[in-house]
């Protein structure tokens, strides 16, 4: 069976389960662990049996609980090689400093060496850092000895936030399979380091996944062609946008060609460009502040102009705060 489950998608986090043959794949990790375990029991899908997770970019709502859950589950993370380093950055931010400060600091650790001149070098090492190491062992039996060697002791150091069982790493336009799930990666326009959209391909059913793309281009435009399921973004209503409460440099960037797909772009493609081919049409990645679902609907509706029906351009909406029934084919 072919199934595909959108546990959530919008601003606060994005994750999907595809499922072909024996495979499972979740795509995205942007809730946490413990969130995305309920949202898949809720869904039916057990957390156990899923095999890779699948990156699109780096952006929190895609990655706010990837890595306890890869960990958890002990499964590998498929990734591109600028979105990983882009993601470990950003669990790893460095910390910025003024002119002034950096001078300071300069100062702060030449007065800390001064007081170490006359220590003999021999003393200067700590074990860890010089390759040595400490038997604790050999005095276990000697209170006063052991106590303190033990206080010497290096506490652990704290697990690596980036961290993951095992990664893998994809290129946009390369197809690569993932156990009976083949999946074909295309570049998207969004501001990421290397923002990319699925297509799913297993047991002859093709699955489109586009969202966070600030326009169409040809590229993608041939990727959601003869597809039986096209999830796309739907993310405001301009109107809504224009008027709403983001400030107007987060305006600028929605409406940018590296932002997110309007409704109105989202009804043009449908109308104009879209073959008409997919089963299911999804609706994804809509805004809570500036959007509505029943705007994004009425206005994909008008687009289809009839088409949908029982076999063909159902239409659906992916929300933020509970799972889409699972489409199974």
């Not at 499964?75 to 790893?92: E, N, S």
């Not at 074909?184 to 380091?193: G, K, V």
């Not at 796309?232 to 929605?254: A, C, F, I, T």
Request: hydrophobic share 40%; charged share 20%; with cysteine.
């Amino acid at each position: 069976m072919v199934r595909f489950t959108v546990l959530a998608s919008g601003s606060k986090g994005n994750s999907t389960v595809v499922t072909g043959g024996k495979t499972r794949i979740l795509v995205d990790a942007g809730l946490s662990c413990r969130e995305l375990f309920r949202r898949m029991k809720l869904a039916n899908e057990d957390p156990a049996t899923l095999d890779a997770i699948i990156i699109t970019h780096e952006h929190s709502d895609h990655v706010a609980g990837l890595a306890v859950t890869a960990r958890k589950l002990g499964i590998p993370v498929y990734f591109t090689h600028a979105t990983h380093r882009a993601w470990v950055r950003w669990l790893t931010p460095r910390r910025q400093m003024t002119y002034a400060q950096w001078l300071e600091q300069c100062r702060q650790q030449a007065a800390a060496r001064m007081p170490e001149a006359d220590v003999p070098p021999a003393e200067d090492c700590d074990p860890e850092d010089s390759g040595d190491t400490v038997d604790l062992a050999a005095n276990a039996n000697d209170s006063e000895a052991s106590e303190p060697a033990r206080k010497k002791a290096k506490p652990e150091a704290p697990r690596d936030p980036a961290a993951l069982p095992a990664v893998h790493y994809f290129e946009a336009g390369k197809p690569l399979q993932i156990g009976d799930i083949s999946v074909s990666p295309f570049t998207i326009p969004h501001d990421a380091a290397d923002p990319v959209g699925f297509v799913f391909h297993a047991e002859g059913v093709r699955m489109a996944f586009a969202t966070d793309l600030g326009y169409i281009p040809p590229n993608v435009k041939a990727q959601l062609k003869s597809v039986d399921l096209l999830l796309l973004e739907s993310n405001h209503d301009l109107e809504m946008l224009r008027d709403g409460p983001y400030p107007w440099s987060v305006k600028q960037r929605v409406l940018s060609r590296v932002g997110h797909l309007s409704n109105e772009a989202c009804a043009t493609y449908l109308e104009s460009e879209y073959d008409g081919q997919a089963t299911y049409v999804v609706l994804g990645h809509l805004s809570e502040s500036n959007n509505m679902p029943e705007l994004a609907r009425i206005t994909a509706e008008r687009a289809l102009n009839g088409r949908a029906s029982l076999l063909a351009n159902r239409l659906l909406l992916a929300l933020q705060h509970e799972p889409l029934a699972s489409i199974c084919f």
